[in-house]
């Protein structure tokens, strides 16, 4: 019975063929419109979550409006022919010599269109740090396609070089590109063909190290036309044969270890060996369906973030406002302080010139000299010296306990506040409504 609903889904799936496909992921249209509208919402130039982040000190990277496969595997394995089942279409150029490879993008366009590698970067910016890999621009191109087969609106595939062994001497570092894009990738379909090259060292090396840098539930095995694998029982060898090779790296070998054993149903000999390559195209519908609830729950979080830090800083600058006034109020102190002892030294050496003015001493002379004139004469200098030192000693107290720290205009601080209430405002209203569109899909009205 599972397996006749599955068929179902496939038949459903790549019969498409123009309109909507609706089916264990929802709409594919509803999909893209929620993946495109997200990465709106962050790289608008006016106020996308990506510029408004920099206010408060946030780096934050508008998600992506597809997810990426990457596809490597051994020469001849049968790569560029599963895209064109994928999409439907002949685009990849399909047994093509291995001088000839080169890195494709195959992505969704409004028409059937090549690109060079400059323009490839132009149109994935991602891609750019791609161009420091010596030789890998010229051999990048992307393929553009209107297909609307399968999920392929939300989809970019990368075909990559078919690994071989021996002297075969690439354009580019293979090994290091391959690592790098397969960081960057949201799959890695690994392709094994059962003709003789199924356990090539190169292969092995970059999966191995790919395991090591990525989450190994992003590595997908796959052994590739598997009509070509003899009967049951060669077959059974061939996989075992991938199963040991691949377990013996540390960083391939986890539990629940998967291989599916796939053919092109437009390209193999007649056989009687199941296809899962039906589970290629689940795959990639799961991978989206993460990346479309991962992409809605982190921009709740970075909307979160950005209020948060809005209102921090508006706190801080606050506090940075309190903390100004007692500074203000310490300077005052000890600049007074540092005046206290010369003004009265300044009264006590005037005391002649007042009462030559005044005609007469004033109280304060009165109290103040003969508590002057108590101080050795010959040592006045020494008090001169005592009342400078002290006094500059002061100011300088006043200067460093008096430093302010610098404030928020009131311009800064009202952006901030209007920052804050976009994000929780309007983005958050947008986002409620990009939930409620993805989940309709699959949960019924009446539980809403
Ligand atoms: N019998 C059979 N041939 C296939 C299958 N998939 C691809 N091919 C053929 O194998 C050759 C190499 O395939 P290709 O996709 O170019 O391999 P790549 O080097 O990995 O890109 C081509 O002639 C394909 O038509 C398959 O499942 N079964
Ligand atoms: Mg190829």
Redesign the pocket.
């Known amino acids: 019975n599972s397996k006749s609903n599955s068929n179902a889904a496939a038949s459903k799936r790549s019969g498409g063929g123009g309109s909507d496909i609706v089916d264990s992921l929802g709409s594919t249209a509803t999909n893209e419109r929620i993946l495109k509208e997200c990465h709106h919402l962050y790289a608008n130039e006016e106020n996308g979550l990506a510029k408004l982040a920099q206010l408060v000190n946030v780096k934050l990277l508008p998600p992506r409006k597809k997810i990426t496969v990457l596809?490597i595997?051994?020469?001849?394995?049968?790569?560029?022919?599963?895209?064109?089942?994928y999409i439907e279409k002949q685009i990849?150029?399909?047994?093509?010599a291995?001088e000839t490879?080169g890195i494709t993008i195959v992505t969704q366009g409004k028409r059937r269109e090549s690109l060079s590698g400059n323009a490839t970067l132009h149109l994935f910016p991602q891609l750019a740090p791609l161009a420091k890999f010596d030789g890998v621009v010229s051999n990048l191109s992307t393929e553009l396609c209107d297909s609307i087969a399968k999920r392929f609106a939300l989809v970019t595939f990368i075909?990559t070089?078919?690994l071989v062994d021996g002297s075969m001497s690439y354009a580019f570092d293979v090994n290091r590109v391959l690592l790098w894009l397969a960081v960057q990738a949201d799959l890695v379909f690994a392709?094994f063909?059962p003709i003789g090259q199924a356990l090539c060292k190169r292969t092995m090396q970059i999966l191995a190290d790919i395991g090591d840098r990525i989450d190994r539930d992003r590595i997908v095995f796959f052994l590739?036309?598997?009509?070509?694998s003899g009967d049951e029982t060669d077959r059974q060898r061939v996989l075992m044969q991938i199963t040991q090779e691949v377990c013996k790296w540390p960083s391939l070998n986890r539990t629940c270890f998967d291989i599916h054993t796939?053919?092109?149903?437009?390209?193999?000999?007649p056989t009687r060996c199941v296809n899962q390559?039906d589970e290629a195209a689940k795959t990639i519908d799961k991978a989206i369906q993460m990346t479309l609830q991962h992409t809605l729950n982190a921009l709740e979080h970075d909307c979160k973030l950005i209020s948060r830090r809005c209102h921090e800083d508006i706190a801080a600058d606050a506090a940075r406002g309190r903390a100004n006034c007692g500074a203000r109020f310490r300077f005052l102190l000890f600049s007074l302080l540092a005046l206290v002892l010369p003004v009265l030294l300044a009264i006590c050496v005037s005391q002649p010139v007042a009462i030559q003015l005044l005609g007469y001493s004033t109280p304060l002379h009165d109290f103040l000299v003969p508590l002057y004139r108590r101080f050795p004469a010959e040592y006045s200098s020494h008090l001169f010296g005592g009342v400078a030192a002290v006094a500059l000693f002061c100011f300088v107290l006043a200067r460093l306990c008096g430093r302010t720290a610098k404030r928020l205009t009131r311009a800064e601080r009202r952006r901030l506040g209007q920052v804050s209430d976009h994000v929780t405002g309007f983005v958050e209203a947008q986002r409620k409504e990009l939930y409620t569109a993805y989940l309709k899909q699959s949960v019924k009205d009446s539980d809403f």
């Not at 590739?224 to 070509?228: F, G, L, M, T």
């Not at 796939?262 to 000999?269: D, L, V």
Request: aromatic share 10%.
């Open positions: 596809l595997g051994n020469h001849s394995a049968g790569k560029s022919a599963f895209i064109n089942w990849q150029k399909e047994g093509v291995i490879q075909d070089p078919g392709f063909d590739s036309k598997a009509d070509e796939i053919y092109n149903p437009n390209r193999a000999k390559i």
